[in-house]
């Protein structure tokens, strides 16, 4: 140790040192940042990363080794072999290249360690190669105890500085131990290097000129870590404009510009919370638009966007610190608006009609269009979220039904649909034990060979007396208790029980709601149900949206630890309505992505809508998760998906929804025993 310390403090030039310290932190530094982002890429860009961060790397450790032999002074004349460090400088960027490249092999454990090491052979080869090409008038003696202790040193630090690049978030520490590697590297092999004089004549090297000469290599490595620096600056500055624009068409509307449902949902979180605080009022105004569905059917869904494009331009005009208004889907809009009276609501809700009423001159015409509204006052019309939205609902549709009055406000009388609800409930309980419910299968298409991947169960109600019960109607009856989780079971047990007879293995998706998912018992129920029918776990696929998350990510997350172990796929449903969805894809382990249905209807029109499924199938590619596209209704939009690169395609376009036996019946499924029925 104590010749280490005397090889740098005698026989070096303290100024060369620190510079050649502080040129190795620096690129080291720059190294890791690039070798980070590289692993976070794919394909092209990976590849760019990755010769980035070998030319820094290269860099690095040549020029630190440069500076730091011309700081040497043997007190004898030397002389650099060009040819020789030129190739030195070549192996330090290949072995660097080789290094990073393997240690970014993700299915490989010790991949991070076996490629830090082979990094810190080729910073060893570099040194021993660049002190070859040091010319020396005298006899070179090697002390071999410490050119082995460098190699081994550089080897384990280099090894020891990938693995924590690849376990901790900071680049600092990593940089520092592979700082650390090249420079013990090279002062531990310096301090093995003996030179003997040999009595030659010579004037000694020239110490200004050796000086200048690694001032020199130090401002051309300076300028391949600015470029290095830069191209990483730059690449952070467009993911940060992106996720910006990804988080602004989460939390906005594409077509109106408005907020959508999910930052709607948080501003009234946010001003009730401020509502309990500091006192005063909230109100709350649903709002359905009447003449909208003859607006599509006459002149079809263009005129129908431009409608709701001038009407979100007015609703914009509203806004305030005191209104909130925002687009939930379709022709529902709602708005939040802080106030200290009921009259305000009152006198805000004749202003929105007087909006809504004016006529609307389109490139198709001019429409006239009118609204119901139904309203809800916070506190005294409900405590929660929850309740002030159910009872605003309730309004809006009373406001519907009774003629001539477009604007209700909740009243308690409205308690008796509520129980009308819950006897539809309770009747809900009874179809489950009178095998009143079918599950329908609706196909999921490869859009680049055309066959059937898989289908998706989608549960129907055929009720006694009324006839056809939408799931849109009972599926939210159902989530108030726990029906939900009987009726979750059912489809479930039934969909296993019939994909187990296809002849082709094809895979079946089921929905679970979000009262399933956090259910203790889920994984339970779907490892004995998968015994039961007989099942191959890897043919079952279960489908949730984010809200199943939100409310305990932790437990959520160890949820699907215990379901993805059974073998079971897991799909993210809904995607791109939700602020948190590129979270929750690099935290939870998806097999899927599927898009919301509803940027179907506007995608061959709305190139908002389009860049919205463009960004949701790159970012899919990106964390190589397959993404299905679901809504489909038209050619046009098939044509488009196919041209985006979609994996898959669902929609009425390509199938619709239909028992086992109609299926089985059109030869779209065999089954392996024909003499069961169906």
């Known amino acids: 140790m104590y010749q280490i310390y005397s090889c740098i403090a005698d026989l070096h030039h303290p100024g060369l040192v620190i510079m050649a310290a502080l040129l190795c932190l620096l690129g080291t530094f720059i190294t890791m940042r690039l070798y980070r982002r590289a692993q976070h890429t794919q394909g092209v860009q990976k590849a760019g990363w990755c010769v980035l961060g070998a030319g820094t790397a290269g860099a690095t450790i040549w020029s630190t080794h440069f500076v730091a032999m011309l700081g040497y002074r043997p007190g004898l004349p030397i002389e650099l072999d060009p040819a020789l460090t030129s190739l030195s400088l070549l192996v330090a960027m290949l072995g660097a290249s080789a290094g990073l490249l393997i240690a970014m092999l993700s299915k490989w454990r010790l991949a991070p360690a076996y490629g830090g090491g082979l990094f810190g052979l080729s910073i060893s080869a570099m040194h021993y190669l660049g002190m070859l090409a040091y010319r020396v008038q005298g006899l070179v003696v090697w002390d071999m105890g410490y050119v082995v202790a460098s190699i081994l040193l550089a080897v384990g630090l280099g090894a020891l500085a990938f693995h924590l690049a690849h376990r901790l978030r900071g680049g600092w520490v990593p940089a520092l131990v592979l700082s650390l590697a090249t420079v013990s590297l090279h002062f531990t092999g310096m301090a093995g290097f003996g030179v003997s004089p040999l009595l030659l004549e010579h004037e000694l090297t020239n110490p200004p000129a050796i000086q200048a000469l690694a001032f020199a290599v130090a401002g051309v490595t300076l300028l391949i870590f600015g470029a290095g620096l830069a191209s990483y600056l730059i690449d952070d500055s467009v993911r940060l404009e992106s996720v910006r624009r990804l988080h602004f068409l989460a939390m906005n509307d594409a077509l109106t510009g408005l907020p959508n449902r999910e930052s709607f949902n948080n501003h009234l979180e946010h001003e009730l919370a401020r509502a309990q605080i500091a006192g005063g009022q909230v109100g709350l105004l649903y709002i359905d638009l009447d003449g909208f569905k003859a607006v599509n059917d006459l002149h079809g869904h263009a005129a129908g966007d431009e409608v709701l494009r001038l009407l979100g331009q007015r609703f914009k005009a509203l806004d305030d610190e005191h209104v909130h208004l925002a687009r939930l889907s379709g022709d529902e809009f709602a708005a939040v608006l802080r106030m200290h009276s009921v009259e305000e609501l009152s006198l805000f809700a004749e202003k929105l009609q007087d909006v809504i009423n004016q006529p609307m001159p389109t490139s198709f015409g001019l429409f006239n269009l009118g609204a119901s509204l139904g309203g809800a006052v916070y506190p005294q019309d409900g405590h929660t979220k929850e309740s002030l939205l159910g009872n605003a609902d309730l309004a809006m549709y009373r406001a519907k039904r009774e003629l001539g009055q477009q604007v209700c406000f909740y009243e308690p009388a409205m308690d008796e649909r509520v129980r009308l609800r819950q006897s539809l409930a309770s009747e809900l309980r009874a179809a489950i034990e009178h095998d009143q419910l079918q599950v329908h299968y609706q196909q999921q298409i490869d859009i680049a060979t055309g066959r059937v991947r898989g289908y998706e169960a989608l ?58 998912f956090i259910h203790d018992d889920l994984p339970s129920l779907v490892r004995r149900i998968l015994d039961e029918t007989g099942l191959a776990p890897a043919r079952l696929e279960l489908e949730l949206t984010e809200s199943s998350i939100f409310a305990d990510r932790d437990k959520a997350l160890a949820m699907l630890t215990r379901i993805k172990a059974l073998g079971v796929s897991i799909a993210l449903d809904d995607f791109g309505t939700g602020y948190s969805s590129l979270d929750i894809l690099r935290s939870f382990p998806f097999d899927k992505i599927k898009t919301d249905r509803s940027f179907m209807p506007s995608i061959e029109e709305n190139p908002q809508a389009r860049a919205i499924i463009s960004a949701v199938l790159a970012l899919g590619r990106s964390l190589d998760i397959p993404v299905l596209a679901e809504g489909i209704e038209t050619p046009g939009q098939l044509e488009l998906l196919r041209d985006m690169g979609c994996a898959a395609v669902q929609g009425y376009f390509l199938g619709r929804p239909k028992p086992l036996t109609a299926l089985v019946e059109a030869g779209q499924i065999a089954l392996l025993h024909e003499g069961l029925p169906a």
Not at 471 to 499: M, Y
């Open 459 to 516: 549960l129907r109600w055929q009720h006694p007396t009324r006839g056809s019960i939408p799931p849109s109607e009972f599926i939210p009856l159902a989530e108030r208790d726990t029906t939900i989780l009987l009726l979750g079971e059912w489809v479930l047990r039934k969909a296993c029980q019939d994909a187990a007879r296809w002849m082709h293995p094809c895979s079946v998706a089921v929905n679970l709601s979000p009262m399933q």
